[in-house]
């Protein structure tokens, strides 16, 4: 490999580990900015130093994925863990009682059809052991900041990245509602209101008819409103 390709990718590289969620377009940006800095012929694209770098990164249990935010449609670069439990995987850095609220937190967040807690519910979530009002609030503002929850309307929510490094354990829910467009999980849009239809798409994505049911598409909202 060229040397000015791999100061490149290191640099890309060093970005996505520091951010781990990253705006598509912030990135092409920053690509094209390193590629100023260190040109290379012939140029190679962001999609492709990507796709390079992932076959490195897999090996350590890491995936840059490109994603779509589900409430804004906005495409994003994800740096997400890929090894089993991804809860598990910031074992190390929290304690039981943290550890306990945090998976509790991610079911209450990955429950049909609010998909979401109130920022007071999230303080009062009771857990074995339990976990202070005052560490929880430092916890959940530590998740907010390595963009696994956000805060949307007083409520929080699942973010990009958590929907990603668990998407298997939160598709294993036998109500988990996947995007009749896009056939991602749905955590905000909206689901059919045929009787017992599972059906469900983003507010972004769109379908005339039910993916799952085949009629007309009726839907009701899931996730904050
Ligand atoms: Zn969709
Ligand atoms: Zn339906």
């Not at 490109?66 to 804004?72: G, I, M, N």
């Not at 390595?146 to 958590?162: H, M």
Request: negative net charge.
């Amino acid at each position: 490999m060229p040397r000015t390709q791999r100061v490149r990718r290191q640099a890309l590289v060093q970005v996505l580990l520091a951010r781990r969620v990253v705006p598509l377009t912030d990135a092409e940006t920053l690509w094209g900015t390193i590629a100023s800095k260190v040109p290379d012929e012939p140029a190679e694209t962001l999609a492709d130093a990507l796709t390079a770098l992932n076959s490195d990164l897999t090996q350590i249990g890491l995936e840059a994925r490109t994603v779509r935010d589900q409430a804004s449609g906005d495409a994003l670069v994800v740096l997400a863990n890929t090894r089993g439990d991804a809860i598990a995987e910031g074992a190390t850095a929290y304690t039981g009682a943290e550890l306990a609220y945090v998976r509790a937190l991610v079911d209450a967040l990955g429950a049909p059809d609010a998909f979401s807690i109130s920022t007071t519910d999230a303080l009062s979530l009771s857990t074995t052991p339990p976990l202070s009002k005052r560490a929880a609030s430092d916890l959940l503002r530590n998740l907010v900041q390595r963009g696994w929850i956000a805060e949307r309307q007083g409520k929080y929510v699942l973010a990009p990245r958590a929907l990603c490094e668990l998407d298997a354990y939160l598709r294993s829910d036998e109500n988990a509602l996947e995007c009749g467009s896009c056939y991602e999980l749905v955590t905000i849009g909206e689901r059919c209101t045929g009787e017992g239809c599972r059906g469900a798409l983003h507010t972004v994505c769109s379908r005339d008819t039910c993916a799952a049911c085949g009629q007309a598409w009726h839907g009701t909202p899931v996730g904050p409103s």
